[in-house]
T-cell receptor, first 120, second 116 residues
Framework: AQKVTQAQTEISVVEKEDVTLDCVYE???????LFWYKQPPSGELVFLIR??????QNEISGRYSWNFQKSTSSFNFTITASQVVDSAVYFC?????????????????FGQGTILTVHP | GAVVSQHPSWVICKSGTSVKIECRSL??????MFWYRQFPKQSLMLMAT?????????EQGVEKDKFLINHASLTLSTLTVTSAHPEDSSFYIC????????????FGDGTRLSIL
């Protein structure tokens, strides 16, 4: 069974601080995908990144960066110089690799979410 | 690209009413659609997976007769909450995915369902 753990329930920072959101996962699959989503107060899910299990390169996108470490089954997300607009709930998710003819179809397992509040 | 439209965005209705929620992929063909439920301050829980033209696969603990899912075309899936009760009040989110390999899921904006 797959499991995603986001141990930080809530994080509160002041604007311009850097903040790291932790994500640890469990899976028996050798091929899988990891995701981060942002959910602002309006409710919609905003896709941030997808990373497959064979690509351990860290990625940077503007103020966002992700650190994928297979050895520790972690996929952490860092926001540099946080802004008030970054306030949201952030979800880490794991998807098994879908395959035709089977029943997995890439179901997403979400972590519990981390509520990030950035104060001015 | 990859826009998923979910309608309605907000529903308030009386207990015992059946409510239908639509999920449409606007600019791609969605081979697979997923329906999630999210209670306040909780995570998204997958309810069911549906493939176009097939019966939906429900997750353990989800009543298939309560939550009817139809995926009649490659651009439309519907979730009907039958005889809704206050405990069914929740945020329902659909997602759609193209292809049979592991393409990303694209999410709708969600439907807030409140049963009085």
């Amino acid at each position: 069974a797959q499991k995603v753990t986001q141990a930080q329930t809530e994080i509160s920072v002041v604007e311009k601080e850097d903040v790291t959101l932790d994500c640890v996962y469990e899976t028996r699959d050798t091929t899988y995908y990891l995701f981060w989503y942002k959910q602002p107060p309006s409710g919609e899910l905003v896709f941030l990144i997808r990373r497959n299990s064979f690509d351990e390169q860290n990625e940077i996108s503007g103020r966002y960066s992700w650190n994928f470490q297979k050895s520790t089954s972690s996929f952490n997300f860092t926001i540099t110089a946080s802004q008030v607009v970054d306030s949201a709930v952030y979800f880490c998710a794991l998807s098994e690799a879908g395959y035709a003819g089977g029943t997995s179809y890439g179901k997403l397992t979400f972590g519990q979410g981390t509520i990030l509040t950035v104060h001015p | 690209g990859a826009v998923v439209s979910q309608h309605p965005s907000w529903v308030i209705c009386k207990s015992g009413t059946s409510v239908k929620i639509e999920c449409r992929s606007l600019d791609f063909q969605a081979t697979t659609m997923f329906w999630y439920r999210q209670f306040p301050k909780q995570s998204l829980m997958l309810m069911a997976t549906s493939n176009e033209g097939s019966k939906a696969t429900y997750e353990q603990g989800v009543e298939k007769d309560k939550f009817l899912i139809n995926h009649a075309s490659l651009t439309l899936s519907t979730l009907t909450v039958t005889s809704a009760h206050p405990e069914d009040s929740s945020f329902y989110i659909c997602s759609a995915r193209a292809g049979t390999d592991n393409q990303p899921q694209h999410f709708g904006d969600g439907t807030r369902l409140s049963i009085l």
